[in-house]
C-alpha cells in the first residue's frame, strides 16, 4: 500500500489551466460586451423635425385643499388631508 504525502503545496496543472480558462472567457465576454455598447451609444443626427406636441390633460392636485402645517423650528412642513386631528 502506497502512503499519502502530507506535504503536497500549491496547485496542481489542471487548477491552474482552468483558472486561465475561467479568466479569458470572463475577459473574451467582458470585451465583446463593451465593445457593442461603445458600437450603439454613437450619436444619430437627424436634419428634419417633427412638432409631436401633444396636448397636456388637465390634472387637478388631489392635496390642494389639504393643511399645511410647519414644525415648531420650522426646519419641515407637510400636508395634512381634512378632518385629521394634530397632537403634540
Known amino acids: 500500500m502506497q502512503k499519502i504525502k502530507n506535504n ?3 496547485f496542481g496543472a489542471v ?3 482552468i483558472i486561465i480558462v475561467v479568466l479569458v472567457l470572463l475577459g473574451a465576454g467582458g470585451w465583446m460586451i463593451y465593445k457593442n455598447q461603445k458600437k450603439t451609444a454613437a ?3 437627424t436634419t428634419a423635425t417633427t412638432n409631436n406636441t401633444k396636448p397636456v390633460p388637465n390634472v387637478t392636485d388631489p ?3 389639504w393643511t399645511k402645517v410647519d414644525s415648531i423650528g420650522g426646519a419641515f412642513s407637510m400636508r395634512v388631508p381634512d378632518g ?3 397632537t403634540n
Open 43 to 45: 450619436p444619430v443626427t
Open 63 to 65: 392635496t390642494a385643499n
Open 15 to 17: 487548477e491552474v489551466i
Open 84 to 86: 385629521w386631528e394634530l
Open 8 to 10: 503536497q503545496l500549491g
